[in-house]
């Protein structure tokens, strides 16, 4: 199942990346407070680095890792998730709209989950994401 959302943040597109990827281990679980991040790997976020995730979304707690498949500075993050048995793959684009206007895009690919009843949901948690994503880099920078 695949889902995709859109927020517009009056920011600059160089601070929602910073926001969203440079800074991902510490803002994250912010932004969804069901989520817990630890960087396994050494230096900075970037390619190849991996986030230990525990993840309380569907109920039990669920211990899983992720790694950073894809980093364009000022453009693109992208993430292979594995919780449990399950793997999920995220991404999230900044697209300018001007000096300090920025629109995010977040798609997520769960093909694991095949309930229609389900995409309704998930579309609206990811757009709760967005929404909280905006609110926190608006008040805080």
């Known amino acids: 199942m695949k889902a995709e959302v859109s927020q517009v943040i009056d920011r600059s597109v160089s601070t929602v990346f910073q926001f969203y990827a440079h800074d ?21 976020i970037g390619v190849g680095a991996i986030i230990r995730r525990r993840n309380t ?9 992720m790694e950073v498949v894809e980093f364009e500075e000022n453009h ?5 998730i594995h919780d449990g048995d399950t793997e999920t793959l995220g ?18 690919d769960m093909p694991w989950l095949t309930d ?13 994401t ?12």
């Open 130 to 141: 967005a929404d909280n994503i905006k609110a926190l880099i608006e008040a805080e920078t």
């Open 76 to 80: 693109a993050f992208g993430a292979r």
């Open 57 to 65: 979304h569907f109920g039990d707690p669920v211990e899983g890792t």
């Open 24 to 44: 991902h281990v510490r803002n994250h679980p912010r932004w969804d407070r069901m989520m817990e991040l630890e960087q396994l790997t050494e230096g900075p």
């Open 91 to 108: 991404r999230m684009v900044c697209e300018p709209l001007g000096a300090d206007r920025t629109r995010i895009v977040i798609s997520v």
């Open 116 to 128: 229609p009843a389900a995409s309704e949901r998930l579309k609206t948690m990811i757009q709760g």
